[in-house]
C-alpha cells in the first residue's frame, strides 16, 4: 500500500469512529467514586519503586531477624547459618527478590542451590538451581513446594541473577480459625508468568499434606538457608489493596444532553 493511501485509510477509519460515537452518545457510568489512585514512581531499570519497603539494597542486614550468620560480599547477601525472617511483617504484598545459585555448581537435586522463600513464614515458593539439574518437579525453582510445579522453567544459568516477581494474597481466617478464603499467589521468573492466581492448598512441608492452620493478617517474609550459599539481592516488597471507593448511587446512563437514567 503506498504512503497516501494509507494517509487514506486512517482518515476513513477515523470518520467511521467519529460516526460512531456520535450515533451511540450514552456513557454507562458505575456509580462509584473511585478515590484516584496514589501517583508513584516505576521503578528505574534496577531500583525499587517509590512505595516500596526495601528489605535489602545491598548494605546491611538490619531488615532481617537472625541474620548474624548471612554475609554481605560484594553487596549481595549470601546465605547460610540458619533462616532469616524479616522484622516487618506482611499480609497481600507483591515482593520482587533477585537471587543467584553457586557457580560452578556444586550438588544435585534438592542440593544444588536450594533456598526458598516463605510468604508469611509459612508458604515456600522453592529457589532451587534447576538449570540441566533434574529434581521432582513440584520442588523446582518456582514451585510452590509439594503443590504444584511453575508452569515453565525459567531458569538463568548458575551464577546469573534471577528475578521473582510475586503476587502474594494471603489466606483468611475465621473467627473459629476455620479457613475463610485460600491463600492465592501470582509469580513471573525472569519476567515470564510461572504461577497464574495458584490457590494454594495450605503450608508447605516436606513430610505431610499441606494443610491450613490459622495464623496473624501479617507475618514476616522468611529466607531458607538449605545449607547452598545462594545469593540474594534488590528485595523490596509493597503492601497492595484494592482499589477504593465507595458506591454512592446505582449504576446509569448519561446521553449527550447530560440527562440520567438507571442503567439496566
Ligand atoms: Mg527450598
Redesign the pocket.
Same mark, same amino acid.
Given at each position: 500500500m503506498m504512503k497516501s493511501d494509507y494517509g487514506l485509510t486512517v482518515l476513513a477509519l477515523a470518520v467511521i469512529v467519529m460516526t460512531n460515537s456520535s450515533t451511540s452518545a450514552d456513557e454507562y457510568l458505575t456509580g462509584i467514586e473511585w478515590e484516584e489512585p496514589a501517583i508513584m514512581e516505576p521503578h528505574e531499570t534496577d531500583g525499587p519503586p517509590s512505595d516500596a519497603i526495601v528489605l535489602f539494597n545491598g548494605k546491611d542486614l538490619s531488615a532481617w531477624n537472625n541474620a548474624d550468620n548471612w554475609k554481605i560480599e560484594e553487596g549481595v547477601m549470601v546465605a547460610g547459618g540458619g533462616d532469616i525472617t524479616s522484622k516487618e511483617a506482611f499480609g497481600d504484598c507483591q515482593l520482587h527478590i533477585e537471587w543467584s545459585a553457586p557457580a560452578p555448581p556444586t550438588g544435585d537435586g534438592q542440593g544444588r542451590g536450594?533456598?526458598?522463600v516463605f510468604l508469611m513464614n509459612t508458604y515456600?515458593i +522453592?529457589?532451587?538451581d534447576s538449570f540441566d539439574n533434574q529434581t521432582y518437579f513440584d520442588g523446582q525453582a518456582g514451585a510452590i513446594?509439594k503443590q504444584t510445579p511453575p508452569e515453565v522453567n525459567a531458569m538463568r544459568p548458575p551464577g546469573q541473577w534471577n528475578v521473582y516477581d510475586i503476587i502474594w494474597t494471603a489466606p483468611r481466617f475465621h473467627e473459629d480459625g476455620s479457613l475463610k478464603s485460600p491463600a492465592y499467589m501470582t509469580a513471573l521468573h525472569n519476567g515470564v508468568l510461572i504461577l497464574n492466581h495458584f490457590e494454594l492448598l495450605g503450608d508447605t512441608p516436606y513430610d505431610r499434606a499441606p494443610r491450613y492452620a490459622a495464623h496473624a493478617d501479617q507475618l514476616p517474609i522468611r529466607l +531458607?538457608d538449605?545449607g547452598n550459599p545462594v545469593r540474594f539481592q534488590n528485595i523490596w516488597v509493597r503492601n497492595i489493596k484494592p482499589a477504593q471507593g465507595k458506591q454512592v448511587r446505582a449504576p446509569f446512563l448519561r446521553n449527550a444532553q447530560g440527562e440520567e437514567r438507571p442503567a439496566e
Open positions: 536450594n533456598s526458598g515456600e +522453592q529457589v532451587l513446594y +531458607q538449605h
